[in-house]
Nanobody, 123 residues
Framework: VQLVESGGGLVQAGGSLRLSCAAS????????MGWFRQAPGKEREFVSA????????SYADSVKGRFTISRDITKNTVYLRMNNLKPEDTAVYSC?????????????????WGQGTLVTVSS
């Protein structure tokens, strides 16, 4: 199984980015997908998750209304659209896959992880 994130970079506060996570080696349509982030010196933090069918979605309060998660089963890819970025959004963002499909906010529920992509928001 491979999860490969892309789309990170440096952006000014108020800007936008779209992260992608391409999955291979698993039946993508059977897995819930989540995004987590980890800032330097901080614990890993839940950002958002989407069920296998896309019918259920969850967001952390800190990103609600600014971030949008989506998935394209034809491309085996999950996306995270991030708008109105803030300096406190700076972190390494990682995607993860969960066969249980419960869209958990707990990182230990996810079996597979990508390496992450760095998002830096300047003030």
């Amino acid at each position: 199984v491979q999860l490969v994130e892309s789309g990170g970079g440096l952006v000014q506060a108020g800007g936008s980015l779209r992260l992608s996570c391409a999955a291979s080696g698993l039946t993508f349509s059977r897995y819930a997908m989540g995004w987590f982030r980890q800032a330097p010196g901080k614990e890993r933090e839940f950002v958002s998750a989407i069920s296998s069918s896309g019918s259920r979605i969850s967001y952390a309060d800190s990103v609600k209304g600014r971030f949008t998660i989506s998935r394209d089963i034809t491309k085996n890819t999950v996306y995270l659209r991030m708008n109105n970025l803030k300096p406190e959004d700076t972190a390494v963002y990682s995607c993860a896959a969960d066969r249980s499909n419960i869209i958990s906010s707990s990182w230990y529920e996810y079996e597979y992880w990508g390496q992450g992509t760095l998002v830096t928001v300047s003030s």
